[in-house]
């Protein structure tokens, strides 16, 4: 016969086993009661990426803006770009063409601030007038642009002592005729909150808001891979007449990985340049894929993407030749590059400075070929991802 159970062991465990079901209970019904129901969010969060640009002269905000799709207001927010330039308006007036305006520094009228003016952006200034010189109240300036009515472009901005822009550019076109709607007084004012701003050279950082990850195209060709401790955090657009050497030195980067980024595949390779008393002329051989190739036409000229002024064909096997001067050596700097039929830089460029004495080591003989993978890839416009070690 199985004695009652007295033993403290069990009789100790009754209660708590009471007081878990208890608790068991509790949780039970809390888990019947309807729980409130949370909409999902109406899309997935747009990933950010950011591309650095830095500012090239003669650039204006509008201009940047316009180019990588978003807002001016935006650009300057993202970089705190507070030197303001405001066309506030423009009149007719038959006596004379004139700028005028106020400069301020955070608001408050201020003097001896120097307001530059040039017919293209960011080029030579052909005009001055200091805010508050002249007996003019303070903050005040003014320059007759003309004696009468006169048309023309014209860019406004503030320098500092040292010729630096620290300002944004106003531009205004004015009129020769003074009839009604037209401009000839313009009224353009600064609000300078930071004098120790500059703008051209500046490093831009330039916010784009991706596509939402659902509806975003999918890479046809993705970028060869970057070696390890590499990040791409930079982008450029292709100017006309820069050069890779010069866009990589301006951000630090490896030239090579600004090669490989971005599918830069159509070489242009100064082989060697000899001495040569005869003439100073330009050869080399025009490759598809490391194949001599015909009909692919090279392109020569005094400055990097500058007017052509001598053109040849590849042929005999992908060569070609141009004599840049056939009675004795030629000085002078040339650029070289394939270009297609529409006039577009497929390549990259070549440069060589050729040489008026021909001594031993001079140069007049230039050996330049090209090796082209793309035929379809052009440089200038072209969007560049800039690697940076990170």
Known sequence: MIPADISPARSTWRPQRASLATLFTLLLSLLMVPLPVV???????????????????????????????????????????????????????????????????????ASGFRVVFSWHPDETVVAMAISGGGGQNGGQYSHILGGGAREGNWWFWIENSSGVRISEMAYVHTDRLPHEGKCQRAVIDFDIQDPGLTYVGRKLQIPLVALPVTTRPVTAKPLPPKPAGTKIVFGHVVRSGETLVGIAEAYGASLQELKTSNSLVNRANLVRCDANAGSTRALGTVRFNGHPVNDYRVAFSWQPDGEVVARKSSSEGGRYTHILQASGPREGSWWFWIENEDGHRISEMAHVRTDKDHQAGSCQHAVIDFDIHNPHLTYIGRKLHIPSAG
């Open 39 to 109: 909409a999902a969010p109406a899309e997935r969060p747009t990933p950010r990426q950011t591309y650095v640009h830095i500012i090239r002269p003669g650039e204006s905000l509008v201009n940047i803006a316009a180019l990588y799709g978003i807002s001016v207001e935006d650009l300057r927010a993202s970089n705190n770009l507070v030197n303001r330039a405001q066309l506030v308006s423009c009149t007719p007036n038959a006596d004379s063409t004139q700028a005028k305006g106020t400069v301020r520094v955070n608001g408050q009228p």
